[in-house]
């Protein structure tokens, strides 16, 4: 390979599935794995359960040092305040990592590649501020919840030309140990336009089933029927219990994409929206909603189709069965 390190910043939900994955398809051998996350206690966690006894994860104390450490790196954190700490900050920031006297040197074998959900506008200047430093930056948001990280079949969207010799020969195949689908969206924060494009239908169609499928249910319609009707018609989503079984929502909402992250992700879609004068009607008030059930106490850290509950859903009583989501 051309490069003999890694680094990982944001051993979170995401973080945790998408950086083991990444870890077990490098030769131990040749490539060594730097981690950083703000606790660190769950830095010490993944050491124990994925070195296997060898010397080939080390844990950083900040993102300078990963930046000083590694060739290639990737960040996923929450918001764009963080990404810029994380790549700005003077002192302990991925560039501050870049500086000195062989900084343009340094920085020329330096690819950074963020996987974080944040405003379009963030991401371009701290690409900005990447590429004036000498190095490389690459937006590339992910879908697919941590069930896609855990079983490495992430989408990710990238901010990049699908003719760039650089991105396929040496982002590409790394972020194939991660997911199972790469699209590149043709520039900077383009991938990231893509994402929130992604989640605004996602989050507006889940609302729409959601208030279909309750008006169906009390006027007496089996859950299961209704939402065959839908499937075979023009509308489906499993926002329901027990509808399918295997979905996150039969499981009391736990797990899956949490309901703050989508109210989070609607807002930037909207914000987008606004900043090249796109028109939307249903944006606002499916954001309202979202923002609402996020600071519901029963609707909180579940998943974000839980806000057929925070709509006064009925709770159905349905059979068991092999469908799947």
Known sequence: MAFDSVGFIGIGNMGWWMARNLRRSLPREQILFNIYDIQPAILEKFVSEFSDGHNDIAVCTS?????????????????????RKVFLDPSTGLLSGVSGENAAQEAKQKTFIDCSTI????????????????????????????AGAEAATLTFMVGAAPESTHFRETVEPLLKAMGSNIVCVGAPSLGLVAKLSNNYLSGIIAIATSEAMNIGMRH?????????????SSGQNWPVPGVSPKAVTSRGYKGGFKVQLMAKDVRLAVEAAHSVGAKIVLGETALEAY?????????RDLDSRVVYKWLGGVDPTVKADDDSE
């Open 220 to 232: 007496g319609i089996d859950p299961k029927v209704l939402s065959e009707c839908f499937s075979r």
């Open 291 to 299: 923002k609402s059930a996020s600071v519901d106490p029963s609707c």
């Open 63 to 83: 993102c300078r040092e990963i930046a000083e450490k590694s060739s290639i790196v990737f960040t996923i954190v929450p918001e764009g305040s963080d990404v």
């Open 119 to 146: 405003d379009p506008a963030t991401s371009l200047s701290v690409a900005r501020a990447v590429e004036e430093a000498g190095a490389r930056f690459y937006d590339a948001p992910v879908s697919g919840g941590t």
